[in-house]
């Protein structure tokens, strides 16, 4: 796992520029990753509550359909 975040880092510090210095960069790098991550939380949030929506909805017609 760290070895996967590590390789993360490197693939957008070696995205910028050369003349930037290295802490900047990193920097520059863990904000990304974190936006990338809110994004990702995000969707997965969204996607959750489609399907916890969806199910709710499809239990309420099987209710309705086999109740008696």
Same mark, same amino acid.
């Given at each position: 796992h760290v070895r996967a975040v590590e390789a993360? $880092? +490197?693939?957008? $510090? &070696?995205? &910028?520029?050369?003349?930037?210095?290295v802490a900047n960069a990193l920097i520059i790098a &863990? @904000?990304?990753l974190a936006d990338e991550l $809110? #994004?990702? #939380? +995000?969707?997965h949030t969204q @996607?959750?509550? #489609?399907?916890r929506s #969806? &199910?709710?909805a499809l239990l309420e017609q @099987? +209710?309705?359909k086999f109740a008696y």
């Open positions: 993360m $880092v +490197n693939q957008q $510090v &070696s995205e &910028s520029p050369t003349e930037m210095p &863990s @904000l990304k $809110v #994004r990702e #939380r +995000n969707k @996607l959750k509550e #489609r399907i #969806r &199910s709710a @099987l +209710n309705q």
